[in-house]
């Protein structure tokens, strides 16, 4: 692939559409802080852009302010950068409470999707990603029945609006959230039965459970709504028992187009673990050529299956 060096990182064109994290557990801590020396997600996707990145994703957009979200929607459309999936959240740690069915939980629901869907449309995010919490002092099966049907009342909603409701299934990353392996939430999504609601098919909540990332991806592969890229413990891709260019390549084989998003940190503090990652995510990329060209798409173009 064509490639300069400045500042002791490879600028690279990908093979695959990676996706830089603007915040992976805090919104003042993205993927390239140190590199780009600012926090501010503006100069995150510009920085972005020019290392070949095809788009960026948050885990906090919600949580920022209308101003600052119209701005990152104008730099990555004014950059070619996609933008892939934000998060539902109602504050910092907290989700809502899609397992429960009273009205008041119903309306807090309804309250923090109709933000999400419209933060997503200042950035051009179609994918929202969907966890739920749990009450573990209660019965497991009627808070999934109350997460389907809550799931379903607002699923047609989403669609008008052009986004997909992605259920992320969290493994022991985080045990106080209801959905823990893909088995569950793909049968989540089977008994929903609709279109705007798909899976996050996220390699480090896979492998954190214990479970084949390749027999995961089989389960989701009819149903691939977003694809977040870690090891067991949020390390980045390259290291650990996982066979990278071979997973990317079984991923592109589902016929999966939209961003591969880079959910894991830096092995090291400093420039130089961001350095680290970004000539190892090369390094594993440049691995995946089989004789195919690079995917060609428009820039900013939605993510779609």
Not at 27 to 50: F, H, K, N, T
Not at 131 to 157: C, G, K
Not at 178 to 197: E, T, W
Not at 201 to 214: I, K, L, N, Q
Request: proline content about 5%; overall charge negative.
């Amino acid at each position: 692939m064509a490639s300069s060096t400045a500042g002791g990182i490879t600028r690279t064109r990908f093979r695959l559409r990676y996706a830089g994290s603007l915040g992976l557990r805090s919104p003042d801590r993205p993927m390239l802080a140190d590199y780009v020396g600012s926090s501010d997600p503006v100069e995150q996707i510009a920085a972005m852009a020019d290392l070949g990145f095809a788009g960026v994703f948050d885990n906090f957009l919600t949580l920022r302010d209308v101003q600052t979200q119209h701005a990152m929607g104008t730099a990555c459309e004014r950059r070619g950068l996609a933008f892939g999936s934000i998060t539902l959240r109602t504050s910092h740690a907290n989700r809502p409470d899609w397992h429960r069915s009273d009205s008041e939980s119903r309306a807090a629901i309804a309250h923090a999707l109709n933000n999400a869907i419209d933060a997503a449309g200042r950035v051009g995010s179609t994918n929202i990603t969907v966890v739920s919490n749990a009450d573990w002092s209660l019965p497991r099966e009627p808070q999934i029945s109350a997460f389907a049907e809550n799931l379903r009342q607002v699923a047609d909603r989403a669609a008008l609006r052009g986004v997909k409701l992605n259920l992320e299934p969290t493994a022991g990353l985080e045990p106080a959230l209801l959905i823990g392996r893909m088995a569950q939430a793909r049968d989540l999504a089977v008994a929903i039965d609709h279109p705007a609601v798909q899976l996050v098919y996220d390699v480090g909540h896979v492998t954190s459970a214990g479970d084949d990332p390749f027999a995961a991806l089989s389960m989701a592969r009819d149903r691939l709504g977003a694809v977040q890229l870690a090891g067991a413990g949020r390390t980045e891709i390259g290291t650990g028992a996982i066979d990278w260019p071979r997973l990317l390549r079984a991923i592109r084989d589902t016929g999966y187009c939209g961003l591969y998003e880079l959910e894991h940190r830096p092995p090291n503090d400093g420039i130089d673990g961001e350095t680290a990652l970004l000539s190892r995510l090369r390094e594993v990329d440049d691995q995946i050529n089989d004789g195919r060209d690079p995917p060609r798409h428009p820039a900013g173009a939605a993510e779609k299956r």
